[in-house]
């Protein structure tokens, strides 16, 4: 009898995992078609916003501006990539 009642247990924990693992991905999704249909102005909240971009705005409306080095640096990888250059070879250009 233990055994039914561990594994049980454990079903019933996978489906609360399982349940708040789609919970949050359709969060997620709601967040950035909000993002693209540009209704959305809250804080990038998974994760960090791209190094070349530097946030200027408040906690209610989050502005950013570009770090021109690091924004520079960007545009150069990605004319190095278009050249045909491999991730390596650009990281050991840019280094």
Known sequence: MDLVYSLLVMIRAHEE???KSKRVLAA?????QAWQAGTYRGHIRNGKPPTWLVET???EWPLYELNTARA???RHAIDLYRQG???SAI???LN
């Not at 997620?28 to 950035?32: A, D, K, M, P």
């Open 17 to 19: 995992s399982d349940t």
């Open 28 to 32: 997620l999704r709601l967040q950035c």
């Open 57 to 59: 705005g408040s906690v």
């Open 72 to 74: 520079e640096a960007l």
């Open 85 to 87: 250059y491999g991730g």
């Open 91 to 93: 990281a050991g250009r």
